[in-house]
């Protein structure tokens, strides 16, 4: 059991109040392929726990981390999803790893505004679609 707990890299992507060109996925990979890249660790070799943190309020859809599990190295491995902010993940992190369960856990908190027109399920009765 690891009586200690370190964040050994971060990373973002880049403020702009709209990327309509990326998907969720691609936000996330982004982010996670600067972590990778910057600490030398391997998703599969070092990696033993995901959590994502995302809201699907935010997000607009249920189920706000479909699109990122397999980015995240969550693809039939342990992964996790918080429905609150980052900083509950962080905690969330740090116990299993507190508990001795995981040695080296990654943490994805991601939102991103909805992906299709508010208009997409009635849009066609209004002459939208």
Aim: glycine letters at 10%.
């Amino acid at each position: 059991m690891a009586d200690r707990v370190a964040i050994v890299g971060m990373a973002q992507t880049k403020y702009q109040s709209r990327r309509p060109e990326v998907s969720f996925a691609e936000m996330a990979y982004e982010v996670i392929e600067k972590v990778l890249n910057g600490t030398g660790l391997e998703m599969f070799r070092d990696i033993d726990n995901t959590i994502s943190c995302s809201h699907d309020i935010w997000d607009g859809q249920t189920i706000s981390n479909i699109g990122i599990t397999d980015v995240a190295g969550g693809h039939l491995r342990n992964e996790e999803k918080m429905a609150m902010d980052g900083s509950t993940a962080v905690y969330y992190g740090t116990i299993g790893i507190l508990s001795g369960k995981f040695d080296c856990t990654l943490l994805l908190a991601h939102t991103k505004r909805p992906q299709r027109s508010p208009f997409c399920l009635w849009g066609d009765k209004i002459g939208w679609g």
